[in-house]
């Protein structure tokens, strides 16, 4: 079964900070892997998504990349700000026209200004 | 463009009784499921459809119904509601493409079972 684990649960940086945000999966075998945010209250809004080809996807001041082999992928925010404040939560999907998504736990994060 | 449309916002129910979770999407996606969001746990996924008229569980269906009479609508049926069900829900359509998946979620619904 597959599992999904985000660390640290929550973070707090100051503003203008980079920052790394880290998934780990445990079966290699996906389709690919997404990553969302999270609004207090709100549902969830799709950020970026890694084909399980492809090394890493860009947009913005956002970068996400994948290690399938490992395991693990990572979301890499440049340039914090305020307005980044949110849950990031990722999700790794089995397989082409399965829209069955495995969810990590979330990591809480907090830009200090 | 309305988007995954869930009502109600915010319910709470007593033990035993039961309701129904609306859920509606206006861009013809074929996929639809359900998640329930738990503190500490992420979301998990309680049952899906994959077009009108098909349905199957998902990781955590049990106490939980649903149908799918047509491709906009999906609503989710709690049969008789428990304190374990008290969670937030939140509906979503997608559609998959060699491209890559296309996925919305409505903005949830909290419901308390006393």
């Known amino acids: 079964k597959q599992e999904v684990t985000q660390i640290p649960a929550a973070l707090s940086v100051p503003e203008g900070e980079n920052l790394v945000l880290n998934c780990s999966f445990t079966d290699s075998a996906i389709y690919n892997l997404q990553w969302f945010r999270q609004d207090p209250g709100k549902g969830l809004t799709s950020l970026l998504l890694?084909?399980?080809?492809?090394r890493e996807q860009t947009s913005g001041r956002l970068n996400a990349s994948l290690d399938k082999s490992s395991g693990r992928s990572t979301l890499y925010i440049a340039a914090s700000q305020p307005g980044d404040s949110a849950t990031y939560l990722c999700?790794?999907?089995?397989?082409?026209?399965?829209?069955?998504?495995?969810f990590g736990t979330g990591t809480r994060l907090t830009i200090i200004p | 463009n309305a988007g995954v449309t869930q009502t109600p916002k915010f319910q709470v129910l007593k033990t035993g009784q039961s309701m129904t979770l609306q859920c509606a999407q206006d861009m013809n996606h074929e996929y639809m499921s359900w998640y329930r969001q738990d503190p500490g746990m992420g979301l998990r996924l309680i049952h899906y459809s994959v077009g009108a008229g098909i349905t199957d569980q998902g990781e955590v269906p049990n106490g939980y119904n649903v149908s799918r009479s047509t491709t906009e609508d999906f609503p989710l049926r709690l049969l008789s509601a428990a304190p374990s069900q008290t969670s937030v829900y939140f509906c979503?359509?997608?559609?998959?493409?060699?491209?890559?998946?296309?996925?919305?979620f409505g903005e949830g619904s909290w419901l308390t079972v006393v």
């Open positions: 979503a359509s997608s559609y998959s493409s060699a491209s890559g998946n296309t996925i919305y």
């Open positions: 890694i084909q399980s080809s492809q």
């Open positions: 999700a790794v999907r089995r397989d082409f026209g399965n829209e069955k998504l495995t």
